[in-house]
């Protein structure tokens, strides 16, 4: 079992905070001591929303469970007939979503 281990001095924990109608920030470092907490918040602030966008442009970093994060919201929302989009991907992000061969699951659906 994976166990949550004290974040680097310095480090800023992950943030969702809402930014408008159906638009939201992701901040700080999002990683595994962060991403289930930010799962469920996100999941409860997308519910009832139709599309959401999601600027990435504050993440100072992100690792594997950070991209796992994104991938769970983006699967979530397609299995429940709504959209996420992200904005302003990191280029480390991008490039582990590529060589995760995931990369298509940041992007919107297509057709909708």
């Not at 799962?39 to 504050?58: H, I, P, Q, T």
């Not at 429940?80 to 480390?92: F, K, L």
């Amino acid at each position: 079992m994976a166990q949550n281990l004290p974040p680097p001095e310095g480090a800023v924990p992950g943030r969702l905070a809402a930014a408008g109608a159906g638009r939201f920030e992701l901040s700080g470092e999002i990683g595994f001591n962060d991403a289930a907490r930010l799962l469920a918040e996100g999941d409860a602030a997308f519910a009832s929303l139709e599309s959401v966008e999601v600027d990435l442009a504050r993440i100072t970093r992100a690792d594997s469970a950070g991209l796992a994060l994104l991938i769970e919201w983006s699967l979530a929302a397609r299995a429940a007939g709504r959209a996420v989009r992200y904005s302003n991907v990191p280029p480390a992000v991008a490039s582990l979503a590529g060589i995760s061969d995931v990369a298509e699951l940041l992007e919107p659906p297509s057709g909708g």
